[in-house]
Antibody, heavy 122, light 108 residues
Framework: EEQLVESGGGLVQPGGSLRLSCAASGFTFTNYAMIWVRQGPGKGLEWVSGISYRGDNTYIADSVKGRFTISRDNSRNTLDLQMNSLRAEDTALYYC???????????????WGHGTMVTVSS | EIVMTQSPATLSVSPGERATLSCRASQSLDNNLAWYQQKPGQAPRLLIYGASTRATGIPARFSGSGSGTEFTLTISSLQSEDFAIYYCQQYNNWPPGTFGQGTKLEIK
C-alpha cells in the first residue's frame, strides 16, 4: 500500500525553526516528484514547495521563499522541509504529497499523507 | 502570478440531484487542471486530472470538463458521501500548484 507519513510538527515561537519529514513507502520513491501543501486552520489549500524526482529542481512559493528549504533523500525514501524564521501565518497542517505522473512537480497530486501540525505562537 | 477562482463559495443541492462547480483561471492552463475532494478531518483526494480524466477508483458520476481558463466539475446524482469541499488546482503556470479557494457542497 502506498503511504506517506509526516512527522516533526509542533509548537514553535515566532522566529524559530522546525524540520518536517515525510517517510514514503509502497511505491518507487525515486520515480516521483514530491510536494508540500499546507492548510491553515479553517482555510484552503496552499502549495508550499516541490522537488523533482532526482532532487535537482526545487520550487518554493513566494510566501515562504528565503525561509523554507525542501530536500529529499532517495536512499532513505524521505522528504524534508526545513522551516526557518517562522511566523504566525505559517501555522497550518502540512501535508506531504506525491506527484501523480512522475518526475515533475508540474502535475496533479495523487497521494497525500495525513499531515503534521505546525503552530507558531508565543 | 496565476489566480484560481472557484464559484460558488457554497452550493446547496439535494441528494440525487446534479451539482455543477466552476473554476476560472487568470491565465490559460491548456488542460492542466485537477479537482480534489476534502472531507472534514481528512486529506484531500484526487478526483480529476488533465481537466477531464478520472483518477483511479473515482466513480463515474464525477466528471470534469473545460480547457483554457474555464473548467467545470459535475457530480451527477449526488450521494450522501459527496458532500464535502472541492478544490481545483492548476499545474501549468507559476507557481506549480495553485489551488482555488474551494467550493463547499452542502445538503439542501
Amino acid at each position: 500500500e502506498e503511504q506517506l507519513v509526516e512527522s516533526g510538527g509542533g509548537l514553535v515561537q515566532p522566529g524559530g525553526s522546525l524540520r518536517l519529514s515525510c517517510a514514503a513507502s509502497g511505491f518507487t520513491f525515486t520515480n516521483y516528484a514530491m510536494i508540500w501543501v499546507r492548510q491553515g486552520p479553517g482555510k484552503g489549500l496552499e502549495w508550499v514547495s516541490g522537488i523533482s524526482y532526482r532532487g535537482d529542481n526545487t520550487y518554493i512559493a513566494d510566501s515562504v521563499k528565503g525561509r523554507f528549504t525542501i530536500s529529499r533523500d532517495n536512499s532513505r525514501n524521505t522528504l524534508d522541509l526545513q522551516m526557518n524564521s517562522l511566523r504566525a501565518e505559517d501555522t497550518a497542517l502540512y501535508y506531504c504529497a506525491k506527484a501523480r505522473g512522475g518526475g515533475s512537480v508540474w502535475d496533479a497530486v495523487d497521494l497525500w499523507g495525513h499531515g503534521t501540525m505546525v503552530t507558531v505562537s508565543s | 502570478e496565476i489566480v484560481m477562482t472557484q464559484s460558488p463559495a457554497t452550493l446547496s443541492v439535494s441528494p440525487g440531484e446534479r451539482a455543477t462547480l466552476s473554476c476560472r483561471a487568470s491565465q490559460s492552463l491548456d488542460n492542466n487542471l485537477a479537482w480534489y475532494q476534502q472531507k472534514p478531518g481528512q486529506a484531500p483526494r484526487l478526483l480529476i486530472y488533465g481537466a477531464s480524466t478520472r483518477a483511479t477508483g473515482i466513480p463515474a458520476r464525477f466528471s470534469g470538463s473545460g480547457s483554457g481558463t474555464e473548467f467545470t466539475l459535475t457530480i451527477s446524482s449526488l450521494q450522501s458521501e459527496d458532500f464535502a469541499i472541492y478544490y481545483c488546482q492548476q499545474y501549468n503556470n507559476w507557481p506549480p500548484g495553485t489551488f482555488g479557494q474551494g467550493t463547499k457542497l452542502e445538503i439542501k
